[in-house]
C-alpha cells in the first residue's frame, strides 16, 4: 500500500464539496475541472484500497446528502448484504432411511440391542419373583365366618308397650321412638306379644290378630316398614297366653296351641317379620321337638330368619340339654342370675357351649336391675357387649331402670320408661331419665351407646377368638382377637377392692404387649385413648375398662 496514503485521506477530507453551480476561475477554465474530478477519483480508488478497518467513517454531511457526484467528495459506500441474500448455513436434516438400516444393522448396535432387552426381561422376572416371595411369606388372611344379622350387634325387647311408650298410644307411638332405637344401634327389636288374647282361654286368644288396644293389621305392616328403613329387624313374641298365668295355656292344651303356633308363624313371616321370640319352653311336653318344628318353618321361609327360645329356668344341665338339640336357636336363661361368680360361669356356660352360637341376658324377660346390684350395672353392659354371642336387652337396661322385686328368674311388671318427666311412676330415682342421660357423656346410657357401637364394627368384637386371661379371683379378664385386626382385652375387677392387672400366664396364641390404649372406662379415673402401662394396672372397685392394642407379626 502506498505510504502516503493517510495524507491523501486527510487532504480528501479538507476539500470542500462544491455546488453544481459553482464556476472556478476562468484562467483554469475545463482543464481545471477535469483536473480535479481526475484528483477525487484517484482519491477513491485509494480509499477503497485501504483495509475496512482503516477506512474513515466521517464523510462529509454534504456527501450524506447525497451532493453532487453521488459518491464522489470523500463519501465512502460500504455494502452491507441483506439476510436474505446471505448464504444459508448448512441444516441436518438427518439420516435416510438407508443411512439408519445401515446403522442398526451393525454388529455394535445389534449387541447393544440385545444387552438392553435382556437387561428389562431380567428386572421383570426379578420384580415377579420378589412379588411371588412376598405373597408366599405373608401371612394369609382367615376366611370370615358366615354371619347373619343378629350375629352382628344387640337385641332389644319391648315386652310391655304401653310401659315403653308411657302412652296408650300402641303401634302408632312406637313409630316415633324408631330414632331412639337406631341411636341404641341395636340389630333387632323384639316385640311383644301383642296379638289378641283372652286370659287362659284358648278359643278366644288368635295368634294371627293384633289386640286391637295396640293397633291393627295395617299399623303393624307400616311399623315393620319404617323399622326396615331404619335396617332394624323386628322379631315377634308369639307366647301364646301371655295374659293369663300358664303361658301355654293347660298341659293338655300345648298340642293345640303348637297346630296354631304353626299357622301363625308362616302366617306373620309372609307379612315381613324376622323372627319370633316364645317363652317358658320348659312347660311345653317335648320342647325339643316343637322347637325343631318352629325352627324347620322359619328357616325353609328364609335363613335369614330367627328363633329364640326363653327359659325361666337356671338349672345349667336343662338349658344344656336343650341346647344340644337345638344348636340353630338362641336361648335366653336366668343362668347368669344364680349368683356372683361371674368368671366361672361364663367360661363354664362357654365350653358347655361351643359348638352353638350363644346369647348373654340375666333373664328371658325381665330387667338387668332386678337380678344385678346397681353398681355391676355398667360391668354387666362391658361384658355382655364383648363376649363372643348375642347381646340381649330389656328397655331400660340401657339406663339402668328398676323394677319390682321378684323372684329369681320370674319377672316382674315392667315399669314405666321415663322418657323427660323426673316424676314417672316407676324410677327408683328421679333423676333417672332417658333426657338426662343422653345430656350425660358419664351417664350409663351413653356407655351402652359406645359399647354397642364398637361391638357393631370390630371384628374382633364380632367373631374373634376367645381367651380368658389367668389373673387374680376378683378380676375377670379376657381377650378377643381376629386374625391381623385390632386385638381388644376386657379387665374387670367384681371386687369391692381395688385390685391390680397381673397376669400370671397367658393362653397359646395371645401375646400382651407391655403398653394398650384405653377405649373406654366404666368409672372416671382414666384418660381414654390413653395409653396404659400393663405392668401398672390398677382398678377401683367395680371398674371395668375395655383396652386395644395392634396385631403384631
Not at 323386628?234 to 293338655?252: A, C, E, H, S
Not at 349368683?339 to 361351643?354: D, I, L
Not at 319390682?404 to 311388671?413: E, I, N, V, Y
Request: charged share 20%; glycine share 8%.
Amino acid at each position: 500500500m502506498d505510504p502516503e496514503a493517510p495524507p491523501a485521506v486527510a487532504a480528501a477530507d479538507s476539500v470542500p464539496a462544491q455546488p453544481p453551480d459553482a464556476q472556478g476561475p476562468a484562467e483554469g477554465g475545463d482543464a481545471g475541472t477535469m483536473s480535479q474530478d481526475t484528483e477525487v477519483d484517484m482519491k477513491e480508488v485509494e480509499l477503497n484500497e485501504l483495509e475496512p478497518e482503516k477506512q474513515p467513517m466521517n464523510a462529509a454531511p454534504g456527501a450524506l446528502a447525497g451532493g453532487a457526484g453521488g459518491e464522489k467528495n470523500g463519501l465512502v459506500k460500504i455494502k452491507v448484504a441483506d439476510d436474505d441474500e446471505a448464504e444459508p448455513a448448512a441444516k441436518f436434516t438427518g439420516l435416510s432411511k438407508e443411512e439408519l438400516l445401515k446403522v442398526a444393522g451393525s454388529p455394535g448396535w445389534v449387541r447393544t440391542r440385545w444387552a438392553l432387552l435382556l437387561l428389562f426381561w431380567l428386572g421383570w422376572l426379578g420384580m415377579l419373583a420378589g412379588a411371588v416371595v412376598i405373597i408366599v411369606q405373608a401371612p394369609r388372611c382367615r376366611e370370615l365366618p358366615k354371619q347373619s344379622w343378629w350375629h352382628q350387634g344387640a337385641l332389644y325387647r319391648i315386652g310391655d308397650l304401653p310401659a315403653f311408650l308411657d302412652s296408650d298410644a300402641g303401634l302408632a307411638g312406637l313409630e316415633k321412638h324408631l330414632d331412639y332405637l337406631n341411636t341404641l344401634k341395636v340389630k333387632g327389636l323384639v316385640l311383644g306379644p301383642i296379638h289378641k288374647n283372652q286370659k287362659d282361654d284358648i278359643l278366644a286368644t288368635d295368634l294371627e290378630q293384633i289386640d286391637s288396644s295396640l293397633g291393627s293389621k295395617d299399623d303393624f305392616k307400616k311399623f315393620l316398614q319404617l323399622a326396615k328403613k331404619k335396617s332394624i329387624r323386628v322379631i315377634l313374641d308369639l307366647t301364646p297366653n301371655y295374659k293369663g298365668q300358664n303361658l301355654w295355656f293347660l298341659p293338655t292344651q300345648n298340642y293345640t296351641v303348637a297346630a296354631k303356633m304353626k299357622d301363625a308363624m308362616t302366617f306373620w313371616l309372609q307379612a315381613g317379620v324376622d323372627g319370633f321370640q316364645i317363652r317358658d319352653v320348659e312347660d311345653l311336653k317335648d320342647p325339643s321337638l316343637h322347637l325343631a318344628e318352629w325352627q324347620n318353618i322359619t328357616k325353609n321361609f328364609s335363613e335369614d330368619r330367627i328363633l329364640i327360645a326363653g327359659m325361666k329356668s337356671e338349672d345349667p344341665q336343662q338349658i344344656l340339654s336343650l341346647l344340644e338339640s337345638n344348636k340353630d336357636i338362641l336361648l335366653t336363661n336366668s343362668y347368669m342370675a344364680i349368683g356372683m361368680h361371674v368368671k366361672s360361669m361364663v367360661t363354664q356356660y362357654m365350653n358347655a357351649t361351643s359348638n352353638s352360637w350363644r346369647s348373654w341376658s340375666i333373664s328371658q324377660a325381665g330387667l338387668l336391675s332386678s337380678f344385678v346390684e346397681a353398681k355391676f350395672l355398667r360391668l354387666y353392659q362391658l361384658l355382655f357387649f364383648t363376649l363372643p354371642g348375642t347381646p340381649i336387652f330389656s328397655f331400660g337396661d340401657e339406663i339402668g331402670l328398676e323394677g319390682a322385686a321378684t323372684l329369681p328368674g320370674q319377672p316382674g311388671k315392667a315399669p314405666v320408661m321415663p322418657w323427660k318427666g323426673s316424676d314417672t311412676p316407676g324410677s327408683v330415682s328421679p333423676n333417672i331419665t332417658v333426657k338426662s342421660q343422653e345430656e350425660d357423656s358419664n351417664s350409663l346410657l351413653s356407655l351402652f351407646k359406645r359399647l354397642s357401637d364398637q361391638r357393631g364394627k370390630e371384628r374382633s368384637l364380632l367373631h374373634g377368638d376367645f381367651h380368658m386371661l389367668n389373673t387374680e379371683p376378683t378380676l375377670f379378664s379376657y381377650v378377643r382377637q381376629w386374625d391381623q385386626n385390632t386385638r381388644f382385652m376386657v379387665v374387670l375387677n367384681f371386687g369391692d377392692e381395688e385390685q391390680t392387672f397381673n397376669v400370671v400366664s397367658s393362653p397359646t396364641g395371645v401375646s400382651l404387649p407391655a403398653k394398650a390404649n384405653l377405649v373406654l372406662s366404666t368409672e372416671p379415673g382414666f384418660t381414654e385413648g390413653a395409653s396404659v402401662d400393663l405392668q401398672h394396672l390398677n382398678l377401683k372397685p367395680h371398674q371395668g375398662l375395655l383396652l386395644h392394642f395392634p396385631y403384631e407379626a
